[in-house]
């Protein structure tokens, strides 16, 4: 069959077997996946401009190392607002106090949380640092019998239990064979010292055995013993004696395992 060219021949080049198997290769092969739609879900970064109005809370510091109360305002902004990947994120945070000798160091550690709110990733480290300062004066305990080494430490606390609050820390589970010992615990002293108020001749090795206390309600709904001691597992003053071993009734540990 004839074919004939009408324009200008400007170059030619030799098609071979192995050309025409390479050709016939490419074609066989799958098409490139199409590129998936760019993630519009929007993280927290520094460039985010404030709302005109945020969500937050309040809580109320009690401290015996101040005079009068501190109130802590952590505001929250809410990205992704109304779909799947809506979540609450901390944008700033505010203490207010009428003891103004503090004034200096608190204007600075919420501008510089503020700071570090904004600057998105995970912020939950600023919650173990601050919770490791400890006063060289001595720290206190606050309701529910909980010691905390300092002032900014409470701070922390205050910090990761909003946190917690918004789905950013969790708190670990506890089994249910940890659970079901510190109730055990729990009811074994009540019964003893229900036992020695009523004037028991049980004898007991604790100390508890001729001056019984009653459970009380500390704070928090906890019921511990007003003469507990501080359990240095958990922070809580919750730790009493039991058949000569040292017990703590809120996370269950002991001296003797």
Request: hydrophobic share 35%; with cysteine; net charge negative.
């Amino acid at each position: 069959m004839t074919v004939r060219i009408e324009k200008k021949i400007k170059g030619y080049a030799v098609v071979t077997p192995d050309d025409k198997a390479k050709e016939s290769a490419r074609a066989a092969e799958p098409a490139p996946p199409a590129a998936a739609p760019e993630d519009n879900v929007i993280q927290m970064h520094e460039r985010i401009e404030r709302p005109e109005v945020l969500i937050g809370s309040t809580y109320k510091i009690k401290s015996p190392l101040v005079e009068h109360a501190m109130y802590v305002t952590i505001n929250d902004i809410v990205l992704n607002a109304g779909n799947e990947h809506e979540h609450r994120r901390p944008f700033e945070i505010f203490i207010n106090s009428k003891s103004m000798e503090h004034f200096q160091w608190i204007v600075a550690l919420t501008r510089i949380m503020s700071a570090v709110f904004r600057k998105g990733g995970d912020v939950t480290f600023i919650v173990d640092e601050m919770k490791a300062v400890f006063d060289p004066r001595g720290g206190y305990f606050k309701a529910g019998g909980v010691y905390m080494p300092s002032l900014v430490a409470e701070l922390g606390s205050i910090v990761e239990d909003h946190l917690k609050s918004i789905g950013m820390l969790h708190d670990p589970e506890m089994s249910e064979h940890q659970r079901a010992l510190i109730a055990e615990k729990r009811k074994q002293y009540e019964e003893r010292s229900k036992k020695n108020a009523d004037g028991g001749a049980a004898a007991l090795t604790s100390s508890a055995a001729d001056h019984p206390e009653d459970i009380e309600v500390t704070g928090e709904g906890a019921t511990f013993p007003p003469t507990a001691t501080m359990c240095h597992k958990c922070s809580t003053k919750a730790l009493v004696l039991m058949d000569g071993c040292a017990t703590c009734l809120n996370c269950g540990y002991s001296k003797c395992g």
